[in-house]
């Protein structure tokens, strides 16, 4: 079993919807959770971390469920720009950590 | 300038071949990494090394091996490349709990 997991996607939305991506894990003693955004073709880059008592950047919010061991992104008022893909992380011990595959988001005009 | 810096971008070679993929960082983290990154299997990390005299295996070493030279440099070696080592690979640096990636080396193995 994959110790993330997310819905591949595609999820294609269009502008100005909100969307929401869910993560599963695995490993109850992950303590540390994110989610990177990684554009076609080029590296990952931290979007945001994830709190246990949810948190929120701009049109971006995220959420932590460690009873049921998920976390998700929700997005709103979608942008053009938002189009990427979108990967889950959790950390366990030090320096564990563990990317999901990625949920593609495409946004159209 | 880019903080993290791989080189080369992309690399053909062929089965059996030595290959040395460098990144450097001006970012002044004691952490690196490399990675590798393939379709339908996410980031997998390789190696790590937390200061110039640590190295430490990753998820999938075998076929790998590194080197820091320096706080800044983390050299990734595949010493005899094979097929299933093609890739796009990735070093990056942490100021914990983020990380900060390199722009990726694409790399395939004929």
Redesign the interface.
Known sequence: RKEVEQDPGPFNVPEGATVAFNCTYSNSASQSFFWYRQDCRKEPKLLMSVYSSGNEDGRFTAQLNRASQYISLLIRDSKLSDSATYLCVAQTGANNLFFGTGTRLTVIP | DADVTQTPRNRITKTGKRIMLECSQTKGHD?MYWYRQDP??????IY?S?DVKDI?KGEISDGYSVSRQAQAKFSLSLESAIPNQTALY?CATSDP????????TRLTVL
Do not use: D, I, T, W
């Open positions: 952490r339908g299997l996410g980031l997998r990390l790590y937390f430490n990735f709990p983020a990380q900060y990636f390199g722009p990726g």
